[in-house]
């Protein structure tokens, strides 16, 4: 049969965090971290389905980064390799970056309530002659209550950041947790460096720091990959691994958290072709994001003004996803950056190592020794599961479980489910047989419990897009009936032809 129906569409407006967040719980995708002893704020535990969707991004990410990179802009394969640096590196590697003196963010404190807020991450509802009310950023709704005591509306004032206000007003803003004007201190310098100890003693000679950032890790390999690869600009040095930010204020779930995954690539190249790479990877980037499936109308484009971009950074522009807790509004997915020369400049004066790169091949003699710039394109593996989680979650009515999780096929942490309809008649043999030779190819699951609507809901909300159920006419006509998790709709596939159809269905 041809499958014509469409499946419902719903925009990030219509969706709720709390919903999603109750649904990652509830079918393993993601826990709190430390969950029977009340959690850790900012620390979150990748469960059985979170797990295989995360690995399944990343793989995708790693294929077409590293194994099969893009084509470049002279029809041929770009040079990309892979890296996966010590997540604790010699501690003047954040002095020579920067990160030491310069990694902080603006932290102001509650006095009443005792908790602390990033001051760039806090709004401010200003009412002339009314009053002040701070909330977190696009989070408006929760000082609802505050405003309806007050008979104000959100509309009614001018919204402004905490920081872009003088610290003279602060006496009359009421804080984002309290009913009281007047308890937020001014705002302080906070670095977001974790800090631990490398040998027995204790002490400043032993502190070091887990890693904020994949990158540096990559710009200290430059060297040992340039001399021991023969990659030759320009080319790219690929890496996924964790990252750690003692964040001031986590929130939104895994939007921001203190301990995440990175996917970052920097890729090297002769100072005068940096403009053409950054815009190469710009466009790069945004279609790489919709090959997961993740919708047009969803994703943009947003170039850095010039007072917001790092130390180092010539330009910057982010891929932003209209998440549900930032809609009609977006939020950051992914920034590529223009870094300059400015990391493998600055490992240079504080190593010691020349970081040139010596072109041989340059027939212009001034411009065969030279230190390469870098373009940056560094996006969060964990956010880019919470992309998919939020734009996979579907409310429907018609539906046991009223919502389905529409992932890209490809992408689903279970790409099919098969089960016997009843326990006899040959029914789980069967099955069990089908199991056995579609988990060679992929990731798969038999269910023979509970009635099939049931494993049908079950499978709606672990987002599986394909079910198999094997019926009292299989043995006799040799075919299964396949349910399309996005339509409902079903249609009889010969036993023998299953693996093909699902080879083919998830080929896209």
Not at 394 to 417: C, H, L, Q
Request: overall charge negative.
């Amino acid at each position: 049969m041809t499958d014509t129906a469409t499946a419902p569409h719903v925009t990030p407006e219509e969706k709720s965090m709390e919903d999603i967040v109750a649904l990652c719980k509830r079918r393993g995708f993601v826990y709190p971290a430390s969950d029977i002893y009340g959690g850790i704020n900012g620390f979150w535990d990748y469960g059985p389905l979170g797990t295989a969707l995360k690995n399944n991004i990343r793989d995708w990410w790693w294929k077409q980064t590293v194994e099969c990179p893009p084509i470049g802009p002279d029809g041929e394969p770009l040079s990309v390799v892979g890296l996966d640096s010590a997540i604790i590196q010699n501690p003047k590697t954040w002095e020579a970056s920067g990160h030491v003196g310069g990694f902080n963010d603006p932290m102001v404190d509650c006095t009443e309530t005792k908790k602390r807020y990033r001051a760039d991450h806090v709004e401010v509802l200003i009412v002339e002659g009314r009053g002040m009310w701070a909330f977190m950023e696009n989070q408006p709704d929760t000082i609802a209550k505050k405003l309806k005591k007050a008979k104000i509306a959100i509309d009614d004032g001018e919204r402004k950041l905490l920081t872009e206000l003088d610290v003279a007003v602060y006496p009359n803003i009421i804080g984002p947790d309290t009913d009281k004007p007047g308890t937020l201190t001014e705002p302080r310098q906070f670095n977001l460096m974790f800090e631990t100890f490398v040998g027995a003693i204790r002490n400043d000679d032993a502190k070091a720091y887990l890693r904020p950032e994949t990158a540096q890790g990559i710009f200290l390999n430059y060297k040992n990959v340039v001399d021991t690869m023969r990659v030759k600009v320009p080319f790219g040095i690929a890496q996924v691994g964790k990252s750690f930010r003692n964040e001031v204020t986590p929130r939104n779930f895994i939007f921001r958290s203190r301990e995440f995954e990175q996917m970052e690539l920097e890729w090297f190249c002769a100072p005068e072709d940096s403009p053409k790479w950054y815009d190469f990877w710009k466009h790069e980037r945004m279609n790489w994001w919709k090959s997961l499936g993740v919708t047009d109308d969803n994703l943009r484009f947003r170039d850095h003004d010039d007072d917001e971009l790092a130390h180092y950074s010539r330009m910057c522009v982010d891929v932003e996803y209209k998440y549900p807790f930032s809609a009609p509004s977006f939020g950051e997915l992914e920034g590529v950056a223009h870094r300059g020369c400015f990391d493998l400049t600055q490992h240079q004066e504080h190593s010691g190592t020349k970081m040139e790169y010596f072109d041989q091949a340059n027939p212009d003699k001034d411009k065969q020794r030279y230190i390469p710039n870098v373009i940056e394109p560094a996006s969060g593996l964990t956010r880019g599961v919470l992309v998919l989680l939020c734009e996979a979650y579907t409310p429907d009515e018609s539906r046991a479980a009223k919502v389905f999780m529409k992932f890209k096929p490809k992408f689903a942490p279970i790409k099919a489910g098969i089960f016997p309809l009843v326990n006899k008649e040959g029914m789980p043999e069967i099955a069990h047989k089908l199991y056995l030779d579609l988990r060679q190819k992929h990731t798969v699951q038999m269910d023979a419990k509970q009635s099939i609507g049931k494993r049908y809901a079950r499978m709606d909300e672990a987002g599986t897009p394909f079910c198999f159920t094997i019926d009292g006419e299989t043995a006799n006509d040799q075919a299964v009936t396949v349910r399309h998790r996005d339509t409902q709709a079903q249609e009889r596939v010969p036993l023998d032809k299953v693996t093909a159809f699902l080879d083919e269905q998830l080929a896209d």
